[in-house]
């Protein structure tokens, strides 16, 4: 049996819509019920008068996006401790795609975060999709002339801040081994070789499991926070490695039980960022293992 038109033009850009709402929102979980909003309203639309069935369902999505985004930004700041974003298992062909994959890193969500929800709305649209200025401005209710400007200076926030460049494959997967090393000899000077001097380790329980109540800076204190935690856990670590958000991680097992993931950051040779997600509620999607992959 045939889809009906709806169906099938929804099914072809719904890997397209659920990353614009992830990339906004930093979780799949709400953007998954963004989605379900713009089907409930797709499937009332009269597709003789849309035009450009893309175009409507991005612009949908980005609306939908923009108040649950708003809603959100308001939760956060009641959250508890840090907050990282909903890690993602990404597919090879993600990491290929050079601006999708830079898009949804932790590392720029991160920054993404210091954004206005509008602002990020726009970045995301222009910078990682290509969206023209007529386009997203529609999508955001805002003049074109409007969203570039505003495409201007949520350009300059984040390039002030966006990390520096990567490195090779080959680079990282030796950092990332001897990351590992050091993790399983429990040895100061094997983390001091591997981690940056400006290290920052970011660690999100959501007051459900313990975490840092703050990010930590420093290789030395990076290091001893990590032998400490070694040193006090009773139950047998395993260490897996997998790739979430377009970058290397590991998936962290206590006794066989996923503890979280710990998604890794390599500039130059050495680890400058660590991010470590132990809230229950934002490892759905690795468990279930449904990985993104390029729109």
Do not use: C
């Amino acid at each position: 049996m045939m889809p009906d038109p709806a169906t099938e033009a929804f099914v072809t850009h719904r890997n397209l819509l659920f990353t614009v709402a992830y990339e906004m929102l930093g979780s799949a979980a709400d953007a998954e019920d963004v989605l379900q909003e713009t089907w409930l309203r797709w499937v009332q639309v009269d597709l003789d008068q849309v035009q450009d069935q893309r175009a409507y369902l991005v612009r949908t999505t980005t609306r939908q996006a923009l108040n649950r985004l708003r809603t959100l930004s308001r939760r956060r700041e009641s959250y508890v401790g840090p907050w990282l974003p909903e890690p993602m298992l990404t597919t090879p062909d993600v990491a290929e795609d050079v601006e999708l994959a830079e898009s949804v890193s932790m590392a720029l969500m991160l920054v993404l975060e210091t954004l206005t929800p509008t602002e990020r709305a726009v970045f995301v649209l222009r910078e990682a999709f290509d969206l023209g200025y007529d386009e997203i401005a529609a999508a955001v209710d805002k003049s074109p002339a409007a969203v570039r400007q505003i495409a201007h200076r949520a350009r300059q926030h984040v390039d002030a801040r966006r990390p520096r460049a990567a490195v090779t494959a080959a680079e990282t997967r030796a950092a990332l081994e001897s990351f590992q090393r050091a993790l399983a000899t429990g040895d100061l000077q094997s983390f001091l070789d591997v981690l940056a001097p400006d290290i920052v380790l970011v660690s999100d329980g959501g007051g459900i499991k313990q975490a840092a109540v703050r990010p930590i800076l420093g290789a030395d204190k990076v290091a001893r926070f990590m032998l400490g935690g070694l040193r006090k856990t009773a139950e047998t670590i395993t260490l897996e490695p997998t790739v979430v958000n377009a970058g290397p991680a590991l998936l962290v097992r206590l006794d066989g039980d996923l503890d979280g993931v710990l998604a890794v950051r390599v500039e130059e040779g050495r680890i400058t960022g660590l991010y470590y997600v132990r809230n229950p509620e934002k490892l759905t999607r690795v468990t279930a293992e449904t990985p993104l992959t390029r729109r």
